[in-house]
């Protein structure tokens, strides 16, 4: 019997956490599993914003926030935004939530219904469409594969908008791809935007810190289309808080008025501790966020160098996040003692069980010629991977 919602029957689960929850299987059966299926750095909280946890614990926030954030968070998330982005907010158009997460999930549930069309570029982050899917609008992929360095262009932006287009996802840098939009290429989306006002931009800036170009360039800083953007951000990556549950969203009045509506009702304010953490993370020293980029920069350059050397492996150079994206496609077809491999998922079971590494198959991020790795692990995790990664590829024949 199954009595449950046409909703949630139409919902996948989330291949990177199956991938990651065998891999831990695996481990705990004593293989020696390298895990490079999990999207979060390795690295621990920095001191000072465990420190202001703790405070905060000691000085009884230990109520209900108001449903947006505390005031003095969302000031902190202001002041950033000045800084960081050269962009004008205030406060009561920051609403922070439970993760990137739940603000992507937010703004899609506040805006989206049965018949609306939401653009989303694959590949994509496995969680988009899924959401589209719960809030029950249609997803419109454009494809853009590695020869166009995972970007979409101008052409395909506009050929994908229809008058049922209510909102585009724009994930930059990119979660699976690490590739980054400079500010020309937004600057040509932000043009064909321009012709569509009913469009709003849900701009995941996640990965913000974790970039390997310079500047972060936000598609919020051109004004034909400022006033319906949505960034999403947050503390997880940028500050190793995965586990804090901080994001935020900044936007216009009218729908962070309706995310916090629809918060208000469904989870409340995020944590207390969390969000005097998430505030210290913001106010206190930037060190560490660029000692742990500098990390993941010299891993990246460690990772292409070594995935260049694999045949049949073709790479982008990532230019932000901590992922790398090879097409591997010239291995579907071929065998390995009995075991043949047709599709990227299959490709990276093998390399799990055969090589110990947990990868994962592109099919769930729209790209199923690929697999994703991730490098936030240290430098003898990713030779070490790498090796054998060569190795068991070599026995497919
Ligand atoms: C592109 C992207 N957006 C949002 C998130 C969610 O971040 P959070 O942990 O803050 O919910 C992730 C996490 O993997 C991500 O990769």
């Known amino acids: 019997m199954n009595q449950l919602s046409d909703r949630l029957n139409s919902l996948s689960p989330s291949e990177t956490l199956a991938m990651s929850q065998k891999s831990n299987e695996l481990k705990a059966q004593g293989v020696d599993v390298i895990n490079m299926s999990v999207g979060e750095p390795d690295f621990n909280t920095p001191d000072h914003i465990k420190e202001a946890a703790k405070k905060a614990v000691d000085d009884n926030f230990s109520r209900y926030s108001p449903v947006p954030g505390y005031p003095a968070l969302r000031n902190a998330i202001v002041a950033k935004l000045k800084k960081e982005n050269g962009l004008d907010y205030t406060a009561a158009q920051i609403l922070c939530s439970n993760g990137a997460k739940q603000s992507v999930c937010n703004v899609l549930m506040a805006l989206i219904g049965p018949g609306d069309e939401v653009v989303i570029p694959a590949p994509y982050w496995v969680s988009y469409p899924e959401m589209v899917k719960l809030a029950e609008g249609t997803n419109v992929f454009i494809s853009a594969g590695i020869e166009q360095d995972f970007k979409i262009t101008p052409a395909q932006l506009e050929a994908a908008i229809t008058p049922k287009t209510k909102a585009l996802i724009l994930c930059s840098p990119s979660n699976p791809t690490g590739s980054v939009y400079t500010k020309e290429e937004l600057a040509g ?209």
């Open 189 to 397: 989306l932000a043009a064909v935007l321009a012709k569509y006002p009913q469009v709003v931009i849900i701009a995941d800036e996640i990965y913000e810190h974790i970039n390997y170009i310079g500047q972060h360039e936000s598609i919020a800083q051109f004004p034909e289309v400022r006033d319906r953007v949505v960034i999403v951000n947050g503390v997880s990556k940028a500050y190793a808080m995965t586990g804090w549950r901080i994001g935020f969203i900044a936007g216009p009045q009218w729908i962070v008025s309706a995310c916090n509506k629809l918060q208000g009702q469904y989870t409340s304010g995020p944590c207390s501790v969390s969000q005097k953490a998430a505030e210290a993370a913001y106010v206190g020293t930037q060190a560490p966020v660029e000692e742990m980029r500098v990390a993941f920069e010299r891993r990246r350059d460690l990772i292409v160098k070594l995935a260049k050397e694999i045949p049949g492996f073709e790479v982008n150079v990532p230019q932000g996040a901590f992922y790398l994206f090879p097409k591997c496609d010239s291995y579907f077809g071929k065998s390995a003692d009995g075991r043949k491999i047709s599709d990227a998922g299959e490709l990276a079971m093998y390399l799990l069980e055969v090589g110990h590494v947990a990868c994962v198959g592109g099919t769930a991020f729209g790209a199923p010629e690929c697999i994703r790795m991730s490098y936030a692990t240290s430098d003898e995790n990713i030779v070490e991977a790498m090796r054998r990664i060569k190795e068991v590829l070599g026995k497919l024949a």
